[in-house]
């Protein structure tokens, strides 16, 4: 075995264990006797990604470019971290240097395809399916993202034209008909979408997603007592997988069923403590229930464990309201303008919360500062009409 090779191998164990602290220190072994080694660098970029450090995780896949320039997996990981962090022009700038040396290469194709689906422009992002379909007609990857362009673009038609092709070429493969699914469900074709979701289940009964998807078509169809039938099929399959876990509790809190939709939250929080939605799902249903004050417990457990988590203060936020208690209610939407200030929801939940406590001078500073920051967001331009009715203002038009 090469020297390299243990460096290696021994990052790689530790990276599973997700030790990353002693990762870093492994990789950097390596990196001290191997500088150069394009396995080495490739697992010194994977440390930094999964350690959160895409800076760092940048500058190996730099690197790999510099002193590997005409292996693609550089310019690919390149891309790919500076889409994590944002920096989209880059992106595509790097990208196209990606494409000059490497033009087929199906990493780079579908690597391009993220960076213009991650800018917005869904149409340039369909010019790369096309070319992966064109360039690699026996992998299925073009197929889908053709599908899930034209679906974004609302062309309908054309994407179940074309899902269709891919389902010719790959009858069985699994994203195929996932896509499919979301493709029928997308046109409102839900009977469509459901043969999609019982072809998963035949075709792959080890994969939690049929069942899934299934037990949410026949919800959305209204046919209750199958959806739970299914989910249940699914659990006895899958019993702790936390998809299957959440959508149980999705067809239970349909059916109106909210205690049994609170036992599938608390079993998202015993099998996957770690995980916010668990704790949040069971605060939502024991507001269901009206069981306020321990609504109220599970919600402090969820902002013990997950303080900052944007979802969790919501639903703090609406466990203090619902309770009656619009300041506590305000602490928290103050919370999310704190922590989450590119996002509208903490800014128009304030306002509210101004308005129900009737410090209307607040609410007019507050939703200014929104108007500012989403001048065209629905809700804040509602919000904003409802300060004017409360102040005595009138409206603008």
């Known amino acids: 075995m090469n020297d390299w090779q243990v460096f290696a191998d021994e990052t790689k164990i530790l990276l599973g264990k997700k030790s990353f602290l002693q990762a870093q220190c492994k990789i950097q072994e390596g990196l001290d006797r191997f500088p150069n080694q394009v396995t080495i660098l490739s697992i010194a970029n994977d440390v930094y990604r999964a350690s959160g450090n895409r800076e760092k995780s940048l500058d190996f896949a730099q690197g790999l470019i510099y002193h590997h320039p005409d292996n693609w997996i550089g310019y690919g990981r390149a891309v790919q971290d500076l889409l994590a962090l944002k920096r989209f022009d ?35 992002a369909l010019d790369f399916a096309q070319g992966l379909i064109y360039h690699h007609p026996g992998n299925w990857i073009g197929y889908g993202r053709a599908a899930q362009d034209l679906l974004a673009l609302k062309r309908f038609d054309e994407a179940q034209a074309r899902i269709q092709e891919g389902l010719g070429k790959f009858p ?21 979408a459901l043969d999609f979701a019982q072809d998963l289940i035949h075709n792959h009964p080890d994969n939690w997603i049929g069942y899934g998807r299934s037990a949410q078509d026949l919800f959305a169809l209204k046919r209750f007592d199958e959806a739970q039938a299914k989910i249940q099929e699914g659990l006895g399959k899958f019993p702790n997988q936390v998809k299957i876990l959440t959508i149980a509790n999705d067809v239970y809190r349909a059916s109106g069923n909210w205690q049994k939709a609170l036992d599938f939250a608390q079993d998202l929080i015993h099998h996957h403590p770690d995980n916010w939605i668990g704790y949040g799902r069971a605060a939502q249903d024991l507001l269901a229930l009206n069981r306020l004050d321990e609504a109220q417990t599970r919600i402090q457990e969820a902002l013990d464990r997950f303080p900052n988590q944007v979802n969790i203060l919501t639903i703090a936020n609406d466990v203090y309201r619902a309770s009656g208690n619009r300041q506590k209610a305000l602490d928290f939407a103050q919370g999310l303008i704190h922590h989450h200030p590119d996002n509208w929801i903490g800014y128009g939940r304030a306002v509210q919360e101004l308005l129900a406590l ?27 009409k409802a300060v004017e009715r409360a102040s005595g203002e009138p409206e603008n038009p």
């Open 90 to 124: 880059e992106a595509q700038i790097k990208m196209q240097e990606g494409l000059d040396r490497f033009p087929n290469q199906i990493t780079i194709l579908s690597i391009a395809s993220d960076v213009y689906r991650a800018s917005g422009n869904r149409q340039k």
């Open 172 to 192: 069985n493969q699994v994203n195929i008909f996932t896509i499919a699914n979301d493709v029928y469900r997308a046109s409102g074709n839900r009977q469509k």
């Open 358 to 384: 009737n410090r209307l001078d607040e609410a007019r500073i507050k939703i200014q500062e929104a108007l500012e920051k989403f001048p065209n967001q629905g809700t804040i331009l509602s919000m904003a």
